[in-house]
């Protein structure tokens, strides 16, 4: 199957600051990269979807100015927590996919915590 | 309720034994599903695609029942390796993934 890499696989940061994150589609061209977030013991939470070249469409509830992504390129997303608060400590998972590849392949993910 | 519900578990057999798990989808418009399994602190995996028709592939049998709104994973002989949450996915469009909340199976020796 397709590779799809995140990093830092794990962080831990300081109450305040800002924490950005890598998704990358080693061997194909993501036309559409999914944020996901997962709390211990609950399913994974679709976060926003982007597109290359467009802005991101978040879901209900998330909010836009907190989690920036930008999707620059076919190989690449970012997610950027700013101002990041211990309540957003969570294991945060990519995924990507395009008409070529039809499944999502996810990221390893990448587990912050924030102190 | 819901868009995908799961038993949550948890389900814990000894190895050989045959263990089936069942979820239900309140989105008629989900076009595609799929069993992934997520191991501990890892992402997921998909497992398999379902299709209506049923498919196979090897100790896992999958079936959807779109007049129920019913997705079912059977796994057969199981094995210590099988260990894991199985995740119960609707696909819908834009390659959209609803997750259900999983259901952790444990095979003891």
């Known amino acids: 199957g397709a590779v799809v890499s995140q990093h830092p696989s794990r962080v831990i940061c300081k109450s305040g600051t800002s924490v950005k994150i890598e998704c990358r589609s080693l061997d194909f061209q993501a036309t559409t990269m999914f944020w996901y977030r997962q709390f211990p013991k609950q399913s994974l939470m679709l976060m926003a979807t982007s597109n290359e070249g467009s802005k991101a469409t978040y879901e209900q509830g998330v909010e836009k100015d907190k989690f920036l992504i930008n999707h620059a390129s076919l190989t690449l997303s970012t997610l950027t927590v700013t101002s990041a608060h211990p309540e957003d400590s969570s294991f945060y998972i990519c995924?990507?996919?395009?008409?070529?590849?039809?499944?999502?392949?996810f990221g390893p993910g990448t587990r912050l915590t924030v102190t | 309720r819901k868009e995908v519900e799961q038993d949550p578990g948890p389900f814990n057999v000894p190895e050989g034994a045959t263990v089936a798990f069942n979820c239900t989808y309140s989105n008629s418009a989900s076009q595609s599903f799929f069993w992934y399994r997520q191991d501990c602190r890892k992402e997921p995996k998909l497992l398999m695609s379902?299709?209506?028709s049923g498919n196979e592939d090897g100790r896992f049998t999958a079936q959807l029942n779109r007049a129920s709104q019913y997705i079912s994973l059977l796994i057969r002989d199981s094995k210590l390796s099988d260990s894991a949450t199985y995740l119960c996915v609707g696909g819908g469009s834009n390659y959209k993934l609803t997750f259900g909340k999983g259901t952790l199976l444990t095979v003891n020796p």
């Open positions: 379902v299709y209506s």
């Open positions: 995924s990507a996919s395009s008409p070529a590849v039809y499944e999502q392949y």
